[in-house]
């Protein structure tokens, strides 16, 4: 399992952006595909976005796509979640997640979590 440490959560206006940072421990960071997943008050989590090991693959919720671009920094260890054109629905915490090698929309494949970052989104 990896350490994940999400940061760059917040307050926003609707139509506002954010950005997510998502920090590794892991030296081998390079061989974990990563997702983003997200769990509002009294929902379950949902995916939001995954990429694969190399970042030459990404995969998007309907709800985010053309909104949400998620990317990755092997060098630093970091994948982030960059937010645009957000809406009050956004609101929730986000985590992002890691996995070893094969990158998958489905949360209970993955086996490393980070603590969670609030996003909230004001009309």
């Known amino acids: 399992q990896v350490q994940l440490v999400e940061s760059g959560g917040g307050l926003v206006q609707a139509g506002g952006s954010l950005r997510l940072s998502c920090a590794a421990s892991?030296?081998?960071?390079?061989?974990?595909?990563m997702g983003w997943f997200r769990q509002a008050p009294g929902k379950e989590r949902e995916f939001v976005a995954a990429i694969t090991r190399s970042g030459g693959i990404t995969s998007y919720a309907d709800s985010v796509k053309g909104r949400f671009t998620i990317s990755r920094d092997n060098a630093k260890n970091t994948v982030y979640l960059q937010m645009n054109s957000l809406k009050p629905e956004d609101t929730a915490v986000y985590y992002c997640a890691g996995r070893k090698f094969v990158y998958s929309e489905d949360a209970g494949s993955y086996d490393s979590w980070g603590q969670g970052t609030q996003v909230t989104v004001s009309s």
């Open positions: 892991e030296r081998t960071f390079s061989t974990y595909a």
